[in-house]
């Protein structure tokens, strides 16, 4: 992915050197026919070439196949195929990172906030340009440690929400807060800290959730999660696996 960026800085950098001319105010005007100088077309096609190579790289990265997945994702409330995939991705890399950071630390709950999937996945071939419609924004992996106490404001904050996209959790939804929360597989201990992973956005008090600027401890990995999920699907293809997420009843 820091290659497809290098290409779009360098075209950018081809625009603006082509475009960097001396800047005139009109005072006046007049009515008339004018003749376009052959300049302007030749400019315009000298652009044209230099760009078509890059531009024919672009598309091929865009259309380069990761991985296959045997239905098409889409989002939804409470939990969908897609949200729990994505969820259950991030609390993936989020320990894969950890761990290569060496941070010694395992996050035990992930989300991925519902307005920043902007796109469905389809059945069958997942390409890089499917990553950048679903995520075209430069979010990075953050982890958070959260009291039990604040981790249960912000369940209750997805549970208010109808749901949505959340890992290492089973809750139910009663009177619009999360009940019965279990955190990998053990009841919610208010008294404990639990270690979410999620984006920046959010971490900062995105979309409403200002509990989880409240933490104990902030970690910016640095790592973009729109890489990261190019990268889990380039691993799970690797090892001739399919895209197969299921519903598992994680919220009701």
Sequence with gaps: MRQTISYLLLITCLLFTFSCKTQYV?????VGNISVSE???????????LYA????????????????????????KPESL???FLADLLLAQG????????????????FFNYGGIRSTLPKGEITVGNIF?????????????????????????????????????????????????KIQGEKIDFN???WLATNDYVAAGGDGLEMLAENEQFI?????????????????????????PKLDGRIK
């Design 26 to 30: 009109q005072k006046s005007y007049e």
């Design 192 to 194: 404990k800290s639990y």
């Design 95 to 110: 320990a894969v990172v950890a761990n290569n950071q060496q941070l010694n630390i395992t996050p035990a709950v992930s």
């Design 53 to 76: 190579p890059y531009k024919i790289i672009l598309e091929k990265d865009m259309n380069r196949v990761l991985a296959i997945s045997e239905n098409e994702l889409v989002k939804g």
């Design 82 to 84: 897609l949200t729990n």
């Design 133 to 181: 419609e679903l995520m075209p924004f430069e979010n990075e992996l953050v982890l958070l440690e959260l009291k039990g106490d604040k981790m249960q404001a912000f369940l209750d904050y997805i549970a208010d929400h109808g749901g949505g996209s959340v890992g290492g959790v089973e809750m139910i939804i009663a009177n619009d807060k999360a009940t019965d929360v």
């Design 39 to 49: 300049e302007v077309g030749t400019m315009d096609s000298t652009i044209v070439q």
């Design 220 to 244: 910016n990995s640095g790592e973009k999660i729109r890489d990261l999920i190019i990268n889990y699907l380039e691993e799970l293809s690797g090892n001739n696996k399919h895209v197969n």
